[in-house]
């Protein structure tokens, strides 16, 4: 492993670290993949198996270093003095840094004589060390997977229907997916919802915490709204596919790529929530596709909360743009929200309404 490490043999690392995690030997398996992932894996080429493989393992490294990111006592953990090199000081309630190990640098101007840390002290420079490598690694990645085409880019119906397509004129992907191509394709999307959300608390900790949980909300941190949105957009696209031989959504959602992650289905439901709390009628051109999309997502996942929060979110109470009146008065958009929470008799009526 050591000499794995010296030499920088990339995927022998990968290979170490498939290895000891088989075998129990977590901690051996986090250094691996902590020298393995200093570099964003080169997603542009691979297909959405390798990328599903690929994120597997990254969200599995991220929620160790996560874990170990806000462990209420690493001085006195066994794993992290372990892991890290934590030393006592030689005084009661300090600690030592080593040169060149990974928090001395980030302790800068608070060094005190003889590389010691107050441990309180050291507790904070710990947490903050590690928080922005967490951030540093998934924020670098999820730009990697938002650039690679086997998840950014919309399959070409005519080759996949027909197979036919003038490729050298055709920007969609061409190839003959099957159902083992679909469910890597919902993993990576909810690996990758995952991994982003594992950070989110951490790049927008103020703004977070109160949009989640808030029905109405009073800052606009369009980042992250931004992030949100392209991977619930591309997780209802995978949910509800533009070509019949994907099946039904009924088959989609009860899918083993849904139910082996739990922990991403619940970060879907919150962002959905978010997401419906923050949009908007502007622009106008998108409003009523982010609208159905995200209810949509919302019914289908959590429906219960759902059936609160969307009602009462700032599209749903606000004075509805004459753009989605209809002559008689009635609202299109209440009728879309009916018709999705398919709860009450007249959804089924509403619906064929919204689609007229």
Excluded at 152 to 176: F, K, M, N, P, Q
Excluded at 276 to 288: A, D
Aim: net charge neutral.
């Amino acid at each position: 492993m050591f000499r794995s490490i010296v030499d920088d043999h990339h995927e022998r690392l990968a290979e170490l670290a498939t290895s000891f995690t088989k075998r129990g030997n977590f901690d051996a398996a986090l250094l691996c993949f902590d020298h393995y992932f200093n570099q964003v894996p080169q997603l542009a080429e691979r297909d959405i198996g390798k990328i599903a493989h690929d994120l597997a393992q990254f969200a599995n490294y991220v929620g160790a270093l996560r874990d170990l990111t806000f462990h209420e006592d690493p001085i006195d953990n066994m794993r992290c003095r372990k892991l890290f090199g934590i030393q006592p000081g030689e005084k009661d309630g300090t600690t030592v840094l080593l040169p060149c190990s990974l928090f001395y640098n980030h302790a800068g101007a608070a060094l005190e004589d003889n590389n010691v840390l107050p441990n309180e002290s050291f507790r904070q420079v710990y947490q903050n060390c590690l928080k922005d490598r967490l951030l540093d690694r998934v924020t670098r990645e999820n730009d990697a997977c938002r650039k690679a085409p086997a998840l950014h880019t919309s399959l070409c119906l005519a080759h996949v229907l027909r197979g036919t397509c003038e490729i050298s004129l055709c920007e969609r992907l061409h190839i003959s997916p099957d159902m083992i191509w679909f469910k890597n394709w919902i993993s990576a999307i909810l690996l990758q919802i995952l991994i982003y959300h594992s950070v989110s608390g951490i790049q927008y900790p103020s703004q977070l915490r109160s949009e989640m949980r808030s029905v109405f909300a009073t800052c606009r941190p369009a980042r992250w709204l931004n992030s949100f949105r392209f991977w619930l957009m591309k997780l209802y696209e995978a949910l509800n596919p533009a070509c019949h031989t994907f099946g039904p959504t009924s088959n989609m959602t009860l899918n083993s790529a849904i139910t082996a992650l739990p922990k991403a289905i619940g970060a879907v439901m919150d962002w959905a929530r978010a997401l419906s709390s923050e949009l908007e009628f502007h622009p106008i051109h998108q409003f009523l596709t982010l609208a159905m999309q995200t209810a949509d997502l919302a019914f289908t996942f959590d429906r219960k909360q759902a059936e609160v929060y969307i009602y009462r979110s700032q599209f749903a109470v606000s004075r509805c743009p004459s753009l989605f009146l209809r002559p008689s008065g009635n609202n299109v958009i209440q009728e879309m929200l009916i018709s999705l929470n398919q709860s009450g008799p007249s959804s089924l009526i509403m619906g064929i309404l919204f689609i007229r």
